[in-house]
């Protein structure tokens, strides 16, 4: 027989496709992870994976007990959400994952006022362009660019993004005033490789040169203040920063959505509750910032 412990060996070792990947997800060494493993086959007389070229590839048998592991794990962490949202308390951790940008330019000063007002409330910020899943319990509440796909997520839309066109205070002052985008003709640019909105600025703009990219917003800003670049951004993040003026802001185009979301088992959740109340609240609060107008 084998117990839980192995059924997460086995289901970790299968998502990693490999020994190092499952020893750092379940936190232990690598040696533990082969030698469990090895126990494991021994006591089930079979063998598990096959060992392909550097990668651990399941065996028919297996591909059973992954399939049994994932049923246990799911059904684990559904009696686990159950729990925790029937919990009424406003005390304990609470994790809210968010992308850096809205960290940055939002959450970062609308989360110590909620400390205050929920002293017993500890706020995990996860703050990564990876949003982490709500259903396995990685986060409790997610702040997302766009509308949630998830069924199980109870998501609401709590505002607006419209963009705009910063550069440094210097820049600024040397370009003038711009009374359209096609002023900017031959301007160069810094890329976000991260999104589509950089796309816009490509069609409205005869010639564009974009000699310096990258996936982040925030090193995008930054980029542009220690530059004589011009950079697109979320009007809530450009008018925030202290080394950029606006060039043109806010454009007619392209307008964002920013939505908060929760899992359905946990939305009565006190905790979640308070903070998903508070961030409509603060989003409320923020709405010229979001739209530009501020």
Known sequence: MINWDDYRLILAIARARGLPGAANSLKVTLSTVFRRLERIEETLSTRLFDRMRGSYEPTDSGFEL???????????????????????QL?????????????????????????????????????????LNLAGREADIALRPRRPAEETLVARKIATIHWGI???????KSLGKIQDLVSLDGQKFISWSGGSASIFIDK?????????????LTTNAELAAHSDLLVLLPCLMGSQWRSL??????LPGPVGELWVATH????????????????????????DRFEGTA
């Open 66 to 88: 992954i399939r049994a592991a994932e049923r246990m794990e799911h059904e684990a962490l559904s009696a686990d959400r159950i729990i925790a949202g029937r919990d009424q």
């Open 91 to 131: 005390t304990g951790l609470l994790r809210v994952t968010v992308t850096d940008a809205l960290s940055v330019s939002f959450l970062s000063r609308h989360i110590p006022s909620f400390h205050v007002k929920h002293p017993g409330i500890n706020v995990e910020i996860l703050s990564d362009d990876h949003l």
């Open 166 to 172: 910063y550069a440094s205070h210097e820049t600024c």
């Open 204 to 216: 409205i703009i005869p010639t564009t040169h974009c000699p310096i990219s990258s996936s982040s």
């Open 245 to 250: 003026s606006p060039v043109i802001a806010p």
């Open 264 to 287: 359905e088992d946990m939305r009565r959740n006190a905790r979640v509750k308070a903070l998903f109340d508070y961030l409509v609240l603060a989003a409320e609060a923020d709405k």
